[in-house]
């Protein structure tokens, strides 16, 4: 059973800022809680759409994104509710890490959570069992964090139900970010979309650039997309109808050919810049060993035709790491 609490009223109409208390019993603190900021804005009647942020602590334009929209927006423009989880992983997003600094979990790998388990698995149980069944649709807002940068992109997580799949494909062409990307983490079950999807929600994710920055082109990226799609969900008043992205643009990443991994440790030297169309067999680059100079770099190779659609951050790599990711076309449903 969860000990989590807040003082927050989901069914009270207007605007509150507050918080979830964890209660956590370290050296420092035996009788403190961890504090996860939470915000409603309800007005009338009209589906509730969840908005989460700070899932990996080191991914910021979502976020901002969500502070901005808790202190600015006008209740009465809602119609409906709107939950916000602005930074849910809150000791990682103060610690500016993807994982917990508390018990070292990245959050979206512990979904649906565990009520009694460390505090990473008692947020992923208060968003499973407390936040997901009062909404209608969830959306979770990541960037590429410390090790990747990401070319700015609305996520479709793939969905069996047709239905369900055709309004996932609708809300992530809503957002209308300059590419739309199906992503199923090589089918990973423990993400928090994935556990929105078997809950029923309509659910969109995004990448959002990252490197452990704030990228200015993805902050208006992504504050123009969350606007757009609570106007899609029909709890914001639009000022202006957005046009949607196309569905013929959709891509995916290919499962793991879509990964190229280092074959070695070193140094990675890319060989394309994001965005360059990229064929299966082509070079990718080559990982450098700096400290022998005698050694030919070990070259690695593209294994899916598409664009270079995310890169390592940091230079140095050991065998295993992800140097480039691809996206290909999507030859799925379109809607
Ligand atoms: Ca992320």
């Known amino acids: 059973m969860s000990t989590a609490r807040t003082t927050i009223d989901f069914e009270q109409s207007g605007k509150q800022i507050g918080f979830v208390d964890i209660p956590h019993s370290p050296h420092e603190d035996a009788w403190g809680a961890t504090r996860i900021p939470l915000a409603v804005i309800r007005n009338g009647s009209g589906p509730t759409v969840i908005l989460q942020a700070g899932n990996h602590g ?18 009465t423009r809602v119609r409906g509710r709107i939950i ?9 997003v103060m610690a500016g890490r993807r994982t917990s600094p ?14 009694e388990g460390t505090i990473t698995q008692q947020i992923s149980a208060y968003v499973s069992d407390v936040i997901m069944p009062m909404g209608n649709a969830y ?28 309004r996932n494909i609708a809300a992530a062409l809503a957002f209308d970010a300059p590419l739309t990307v199906v992503i199923d983490n090589l089918g990973e079950p423990r993400t928090s979309t994935a556990t929105a999807i ?13 490197a452990g920055t704030v990228s200015l082109d993805a902050l208006a990226i992504c504050r123009r997309g969350v606007r757009n799609v609570l106007a899609h969900f029909g709890v914001l008043e639009s000022d202006t109808p957005s046009p949607l992205a196309r569905p013929e643009a959709i891509l995916r990443i290919p499962g793991h050919d879509g990964y190229v991994l280092a074959t070695t440790d070193g140094v990675f030297e890319p060989f394309h810049a994001l965005g360059t169309t990229v064929k299966a067999g082509q070079d990718a680059g080559r990982i450098h060993n700096l400290a022998d100079p005698a050694r030919e770099p070990e070259v690695v190779r593209y ?13 140095r790599v050991v065998m295993g790491n992800c140097c480039v990711t691809v996206a290909a076309p999507y030859y799925g449903e379109l809607r």
């Open 58 to 75: 080191d991914e910021y334009e979502g976020p901002i994104t969500l502070g901005e929209l808790i202190r600015e927006l006008d209740p």
């Open 198 to 210: 078997r809950a029923g929600l309509v659910t969109i994710g995004t990448e959002m650039a990252g």
């Open 139 to 166: 959306v979770d807002l990541h960037s590429g964090g410390s090790s990747l940068n990401i070319l700015p992109s609305a996520i479709i997580e793939p969905a069996a139900d047709p239905d369900l799949r055709s």
């Open 102 to 115: 508390v018990d070292g979990l990245n959050l979206n790998r512990t979904f649906p959570g565990d009520p």
């Open 303 to 315: 294994a899916a035709d598409g664009i270079v659609y995310g890169r390592r951050q940091p230079g």
């Open 84 to 92: 916000f989880l602005p930074a849910i992983n809150t000791p990682a």
